[in-house]
């Protein structure tokens, strides 16, 4: 039987085991809970960690970006940098081309703490997608995707 129906939650089909964003949920969930107790041993939480890998990508980068790119709310992002200020990971300032952006930057603390952050999770990573081949992993990247595309303004 063709896994789509089967993951529509408006047929009488639908199987909770074939639905994406269950899956998907599961997954998540699961590998938050994984690396949870890693990140407190280097006194790290999810959210934070969340903030690190994104300046790890980019940096500066404002409040608003990072928030969408974490998928968390701004109010809640506002928070987490001004708690990660406070601990000294991150500096927080006005844009100097828009005073009403403020962009977020790794301190050297920051960027060391990220250091340990990769290295600790690495691991789990690596077990997670053991058993997959780089075709696997690029198709599962590439669907991932095209699933959040389609969940778009568009």
Excluded: C
């Excluded at 529509?8 to 909770?16: I, L, N």
């Excluded at 890693?38 to 980019?58: A, F, K, N, Q």
């Excluded at 009403?100 to 050297?108: A, G, P």
């Amino acid at each position: 039987m063709d896994k789509r129906l089967l993951g529509d939650p408006g047929t009488p089909a639908f199987q909770v085991t074939s639905y994406p964003f269950y899956l998907i949920n599961r997954l998540a969930s699961r590998y938050n809970a994984a690396i949870e107790a890693i990140l407190r041993e280097i006194e790290l939480d999810i959210p934070s960690w969340r903030v690190l890998m994104i300046l790890g990508e980019e940096t500066p980068r404002g409040v608003r970006s990072i928030a969408a790119a974490a998928v968390i709310p701004l109010s809640t992002m506002t928070r987490i940098v001004q708690r990660m200020a406070a601990a000294g990971l991150v500096h927080s300032a006005p844009s100097a081309r828009d005073a009403r952006v403020t962009e977020v930057s790794l301190t050297t603390e920051g960027e060391e703490k990220l250091a340990l952050a990769r290295k600790a999770t690495s691991p789990i990573y690596h077990k997670v997608i053991r058993d997959l081949s780089a075709e696997d992993f690029g198709q599962l990247i590439g669907l991932l995707n095209r699933l959040y595309d389609n969940l778009g303004d568009g």
